[in-house]
């Protein structure tokens, strides 16, 4: 299937590793320009040379701290004077630390909404004014499985991601009738340095090993395996395509079946 996003400019938030790398590879894959902003200088290099390989060798790399007012947005002033307005933007901020409620201190909480939410409000106000000018946009924010059904040990996660799907719902409202669709994607267990930070935490909490730890994992999940991050990213660039724009405000689940809920 032609996706219809070839010459189309993407923007990919956290892209240097994990989810947010394979997405801009397959975007790349599929024929659009790619920007990919990151913290880690090391694993943007790496992350440059992946996404020019899969596809028309040129992508533009910026460091960018999320969490940071200000950061971002100046990246995509680069994007748009290099490539052009962003067509495509993967909201995507990395994940807040493991923890329980009760050991986790104020500033933790301060620095999640920063990272989780307020970064999201942020991407979204500098991107989607444009597309809903120029009348054609795809938005997709990651977020996570627990916005459903609460993971352990991930109470940041479970408190502030849900507050994303409630902006994403908003701003598909503000786009639908602008050719703008406005998405998120909640990833389960995939392999990923996120799912090893993950099981490190739960080795911390007395878990007897990483294996222990994946089989319980496992068990709970009907597809009996973890997902890859080539079937995420499939996922969003559907979403991106030119095929998904009657797709708007809703939030998809790749989670293998994990999730018990209906809905």
């Not at 989780?116 to 409000?121: K, N, P």
């Not at 352990?152 to 703008?180: F, Y």
């Not at 499939?234 to 809703?250: C, D, P, R």
Request: glycine residues 12%; aromatic residues 4%.
């Amino acid at each position: 299937m032609d996706l219809g996003i070839e010459g189309r400019v993407a923007l990919v938030t956290a892209g240097s590793r994990g989810l947010g790398r394979a997405v801009a590879e397959t975007l790349a894959a599929e024929g659009a320009r790619v920007a990919v902003c990151a913290r880690g200088e090391a694993d943007l290099a790496a992350a440059e040379a992946s996404v020019k390989a899969a596809g028309d060798g040129h992508v533009l790399t910026g460091s960018v701290d999320m969490a940071e007012p200000g950061a971002l947005e100046g990246f995509v002033d680069e994007v748009e004077t290099a490539l052009g307005p962003v067509d495509l933007c993967l909201v995507n901020a990395g994940g807040p630390p493991a923890g329980v409620f009760l050991d986790l201190e104020l500033a933790q909480w301060e620095t999640a909404y920063r990272l989780t939410l307020e970064s999201a409000v942020r991407t979204c106000r500098r991107v989607l004014p444009g597309m809903i000018e120029r009348g054609y946009g795809r938005i997709v924010a990651v977020t996570s499985m627990a916005v459903r059904q609460p993971v352990e040990n991930l109470t940041l996660s479970n408190v502030i991601r849900p507050a994303v799907h409630a902006l994403v719902k908003d701003l598909s409202l503000a786009g639908a009738s602008c050719g703008v669709t406005v998405n998120a994607v909640e990833p389960g267990i995939h392999v990923t340095s996120a799912l090893e930070r993950l099981i490190a935490a739960k080795i911390e909490q007395g878990a007897p090993s990483r294996e222990a730890v994946m089989a319980g994992w496992l068990d709970e999940i009907p597809a009996g395996r973890t997902g890859e991050p080539s079937e995420f990213a499939a996922l969003v660039a559907f979403l991106m395509s030119a095929q998904a724009g009657y797709i708007t405000g809703q939030s998809v689940a790749p989670d293998g079946g994990m999730i018990k809920g209906t809905f």
